[in-house]
């Protein structure tokens, strides 16, 4: 059963998400401050944390800090009732897959909870740890059914949005999008500027996969349009 963690202070919030949660048949634990939601993501296995910003004791961002350094992976989805746009790009930059700004309905909160779902899912047989890769770009490959990443053989880390986007380039490889574009693929929230934030995940996805990032040669920028990911012609070509 996937497991998701819910930090919220608000006690009714948590209760209503909780309720609706473990209908939707998730088990779901909640944590009331920061401290203890932090503890519980460090030390259980959650499929999918959904994280409040403004949290006792210590506040979310802080939380999605610690827990990207330990859970990559694990899809972060943040609850905000700031309207500072300056939020939703610091936690972006950290790692965050997504946001809802409250008040927001429950119904919305569900289906982005299982499209993120949607997006991780390996299978339950767990074969696709041992398929090759079904992306190979010079010294990098994807397996995009375990959502793994390696350079030169050895295996890297990306959390979940890097995954979403190096794959959404690596599958249109030699096309060009633009930043509008690239934005309405990955944030689900259009009523928000994310390009901030995608200036900044491209960054970090660049000095994962890239041996000079000031120089790319996977993903490639089209300048005054946005991006575009190199094809297997144009590294096989000196």
Known sequence: MEKILVVEDHQDLAEVLLL????EGFEADHAADGEEGLRLALTASYTLIILDISLPKLDGLHVLAEVRKQQPAVP?????????EIDKVVGLNLGADDYVTKPFGVAELMARI???????????????????????????????NSRRVYLR?????????E???????????GQAFSMEEILNELWADTRADYSSSLHNL??????????????????????????????KQELECP
């Not at 609706?20 to 209908?23: N, S, V």
């Not at 993120?116 to 899912?121: A, F, N, V």
């Not at 767990?126 to 010294?139: K, N, Q, T, W, Y």
């Not at 993903?219 to 991006?227: D, E, I, Q």
């Open 153 to 161: 053989g050895a295996e890297i880390e990306l959390t979940a949005k």
């Open 163 to 173: 995954f979403d986007l190096l794959a959404f380039f690596a599958n249109h490889a």
């Open 76 to 84: 972060v989805i943040m609850l905000t009732s700031r309207v500072q």
């Open 114 to 144: 299982r499209a993120r779902l949607r997006r991780g899912s390996t299978g339950e047989t767990g074969e696709s740890i041992h398929r090759a890769p079904d992306l190979v770009f010079g010294p990098l490959a994807l397996d995009t």
């Open 20 to 23: 609706h949660l473990r209908t």
């Open 202 to 231: 491209i960054m970090r996805i660049r000095k994962k996969i890239e041996d000079d990032p000031a120089n790319p040669v996977l993903l490639k920028t089209v300048r005054g349009y946005g991006y575009r990911f190199t094809t």
